[in-house]
């Protein structure tokens, strides 16, 4: 599975930004795709995720209210539209696309796109 993921930039605080990530090659049926961040020193961490049968999601609190994570699966994108945003909302984000086969996970990253806020 190959990710491309695209979006981020430069924005004031308060602004908006949408973040997509289209997965290609060797889809899983069932799967769930989803955002993390990183910045530099630290772990990357859940921003939100999508499951592809029910279209459930989760949020990191840190970003409920003010992000939405949708998916269409016939385009088998993602997308994270970002409001609201802080300067703590810095950071590389990066797509994960995590396929099930017979119960068992397979991860795959896309390349980080990145997103600065400025204050």
């Known amino acids: 599975v190959q990710l491309q993921a695209s979006g981020g930039g430069l924005v004031q605080a308060g602004g908006s930004l949408r973040l997509s990530c289209a997965a290609s090659?060797?889809?899983?049926?069932?799967?769930?795709m989803g955002w993390y961040r990183q910045t530099p020193g630290k772990q990357r961490d859940l921003v939100a995720t999508i499951t592809s049968d029910d279209s459930n999601t989760n949020y990191a609190d840190s970003v409920k209210g003010r992000f939405t994570i949708s998916r269409d699966n016939a385009k088998n994108t993602v997308y994270l539209q970002m409001n609201v945003l802080k300067p703590e909302d810095t950071a590389v984000y990066y797509c994960?696309?995590?396929?099930?086969?017979?119960?068992?996970?397979?991860?795959?990253w896309g390349q980080g796109t990145q997103v600065t806020v400025s204050s």
């Open positions: 090659g060797g889809i899983f049926s069932r799967n769930v």
């Open positions: 994960k696309y995590t396929g099930f086969l017979m119960a068992v996970p397979y991860g795959y």
